[in-house]
């Protein structure tokens, strides 16, 4: 599900791992193109479908005339599936290190009839071990989410250890991302950039201003082509059916996350034959009501936050969170912060500005409690507020910035106002007591799961589901259902609802998790059993789990080798990381990540001699450091590296060079707390210095 009209999809960014070096992910994101229709070329090919002629009257026809005969009916969505091909073409988003498959599956917009069209891209992620494994499809939340934008981001946390057995196949549904026609709205990008820095918009007025540019985006998306009426779960369900046909998949894995598992569910319904077993990670259930219930999800997962500090001794001393939290509130409500953040996934573009007022830190505690990671360090947030510090807002505005990207509007509004908008009696709700204060229709922090949400279906002509759209789905498919206790969208309660009408669905609650559990360390070996062998899989390790509050992490450290191509800067790289730590999808970056205001970072680049000097100022710049005007020398194997350091009391950066022949050079970057940067630095020295080799591409 998605906390706002323009949406967030939580992919576990942290500021650091954004900012520290994410001049690398940038050039990933970068380096993603639409597919070539020129060089595309059709593995299958459909039959025409053949049709008989008759006479009107009945009469015998002579020798030269066909009969004349009404059309047989026309089963459009069986000639549709039929006609499914898939088309090769360029990657939409590549994984560094993967040979993907990459095209497009043209589906029609109108199923029942067969009219009009719609572009699916699609991504084949061949097996990258021995394979011989069933395939599996991840089918992306939101509703809108970006599921190939944000592929080379969530591949190591979410894919990379299904992938080693069988081929993963990732698609953006009708409407988002890369598909043709598109839902999305740059005036909704624009004005959301300027909202985010109006500290005095009031939420009436805010409200206006969207709905205004609103209009302007069903007017352009009809314009384009896109039947509004056409953007559902069920012609979503048939679009993924029409994928696997024409891949040629007998039967395959659903795996969905969100409104994914929503998606997972209409699969079942329209199409089970080709599904061998589903995977549903943060279950909205069919005939689960978020927009009414949401509320009450926040505050249960913000309860269950506080009551989590208040049983860890150091996190209790800081204080009762709730208290904290509206104490910041009327805070910032008096004085927002003014925050310039810049984005990490386009580190040479101008700083966003951001007005972290009282509204904003309500936002920022939502998106929050979907990981630990981020819900972890609230307390260490509340103390630099209180403290009149604005770092740890800028690392919490840094995700919401660079998430906001991630959904496609158009597509989020179109299923809301299909299939579930119109069903929700809001004079029902009984809004929950406001943990911010007495604020009119406080229980509501987003258009979507509020009265607003009406005024949005209003004006998109989406027409209205059937009641049946409702009907809990039956399935004796074997079935693993992840729920975090945490989640503040899709409640514990929902996954175990579902298993009432899934006979052979296992339940597994992983006690210190938030929304996607899959991304958890748990969640990966959950999920890698169940795939192996679909049926009860051990779940130990989801019990006796509680989240850590209060950034902090091991200094003693023990190294893994690595070895990578690195196509942006065209030079290999290899040595070692830390062990245990989080390396990013370029294979150079590792981060300890042990919180979200964690910054202890190591990265390890081939640069040609020309750009170290770019890339040591923009990654200065991003932390508002300097080096100090002092150098010495380390030896190691390799030869003498350069040493620099920069240290503002509170983040230091070391920063070692050292030319390897006439046009390239080998970079380590360490990245931490002025604390620890002393006990890190000897061990980088001694193995990683030691182990760094770089040659030119």
């Not at 520290?20 to 595309?40: E, K, R, S, W």
């Not at 508002?624 to 230091?652: C, F, I, K, P, Y």
């Amino acid at each position: 599900m998605s906390p706002s009209p323009i949406g967030a999809v939580i992919v576990g960014m942290t500021r650091f791992r954004a900012s520290a070096l994410l001049i690398v992910l940038a050039l990933v994101a970068a380096a993603c193109t639409n597919g070539d229709d020129d060089a595309a070329t059709t593995t299958t090919v459909a039959d025409e479908p053949a049709t008989t002629v008759a006479t009107d009257d009945g009469a015998e026809p002579d020798d030269t005339t066909e009969p004349e005969t009404e059309p047989a009916p026309v089963d459009a969505l069986a000639a549709g599936l039929e006609a499914a091909t898939f088309v090769d073409g360029d990657c939409f988003s590549e994984v560094p290190g993967l040979d993907a498959r990459c095209g497009t599956v043209t589906v029609p917009m109108d199923w029942d009839t067969g009219e009009g069209e719609v572009v699916l891209p699609v991504v084949v992620l061949p097996a990258t071990g021995a394979g011989g494994g069933v395939p599996v499809v991840y089918l992306e939340g939101g509703p809108g989410g970006h599921a190939l934008e944000t592929l080379p981001l969530q591949y190591g946390s979410l894919f990379e250890a299904i992938n080693v057995d069988r081929d993963v196949i990732v698609f953006d549904q009708r409407g988002a991302g890369f598909t043709e026609p598109s839902l999305g709205c740059a005036a909704i990008d624009e004005l959301t950039a300027e909202l985010r820095a109006d500290a005095d918009v009031t939420p009436e007025d805010e409200l206006v201003r969207v709905l205004d540019v609103f209009d302007q985006c069903v007017v352009d998306w009809q314009a384009a082509g896109a039947d509004l009426t056409e953007y559902h779960s069920v012609n979503s369900a048939h679009d993924a059916e029409a994928i696997r046909l024409a891949l040629g998949i007998e039967q395959w894995d659903l795996f969905g996350i969100s409104y994914g598992t929503r998606l997972a569910q209409e699969i079942l319904r329209q199409h089970d034959g080709g599904v061998r077993a589903v995977v549903l990670d943060s279950v909205l259930p069919s005939d689960g009501d978020f927009v009414a219930e949401g509320p009450q999800g926040f505050i249960d997962s913000l309860e269950n936050v506080d009551a989590a500090c208040a049983a860890e001794a150091e996190c209790a001393a800081t204080g009762d969170l709730t208290d904290r939290l509206r104490a910041a509130y009327a805070q910032l409500e008096a004085e927002p912060l003014e925050l310039e953040v810049l984005d990490p996934f386009d580190p040479f573009a101008a700083p966003t500005a951001v007005a972290f007022d009282g509204d904003t830190l309500a936002g920022t505690v939502f998106g929050a409690l979907y990981s630990p990671v981020q819900f972890g360090d609230l307390p260490e947030l509340l103390t630099d507020l209180e403290s009149g510090g604005s770092d740890a807002a800028l690392a919490y505005s840094t995700i919401s910035v660079a998430n906001s990207g991630f959904v496609t509007p158009g597509m989020l509004w179109t299923v809301l106002c299909h299939e579930t908008v119109p069903f929700v009696d809001l004079d029902a709700v009984v809004l929950p007591p406001d943990p911010f204060g007495d604020r009119p229709d406080s229980g509501y922090l987003f258009s979507n799961n509020g009265p607003a949400a009406l005024e949005f279906c209003e004006r998109i002509p989406t027409g209205t589901a059937e009641d049946s759209i409702f009907a809990p789905v039956s399935s004796d498919l074997p079935t693993l259902v992840m729920a975090g206790t945490f989640d503040p969208v899709t409640p514990v309660a929902w996954s175990e609802r579902i298993a009432e009408t899934f006979p052979n669905a296992q339940v597994v609650e992983v006690l210190d998790q938030g929304h996607a559990v899959a991304a958890s360390d748990c969640g990966q070996d959950l999920l890698v059993a169940f795939l192996d062998a679909p049926g009860p899989v051990d779940a130990d390790c989801a019990d006796d789990r509680t989240p850590r509050f209060l950034a902090s992490g091991s200094t003693e450290l023990s190294f893994v080798p690595f070895d990578v191509f690195v196509p942006d800067f065209m030079a290999n790289v290899a040595g070692v990381h830390p062990e245990g730590w989080t390396v990013d999808p370029t294979g150079i970056q590792a981060t300890r990540l042990d919180g979200l205001l964690d910054p202890t970072t190591v990265v390890q680049l081939g640069l040609p001699t020309a750009f170290t000097g770019l890339v040591e100022d923009q990654l200065l710049g991003q932390f508002e450091l300097t080096l100090d005007a002092g150098e010495s020398t380390v030896e190691s194997t390799q030869g003498a590296w350069r040493r620099r350091t920069a240290d503002d009391g509170e983040v230091a950066m070391i920063w070692y060079d050292r030319e390897v022949d006439d046009t390239v050079s080998a970079v380590v970057i360490l990245i931490a707390t002025s604390d620890e940067v002393g006990e890190l630095a000897p061990q980088v020295e001694s193995a990683i210095l030691d182990a760094s080799v770089v040659t030119g591409g």
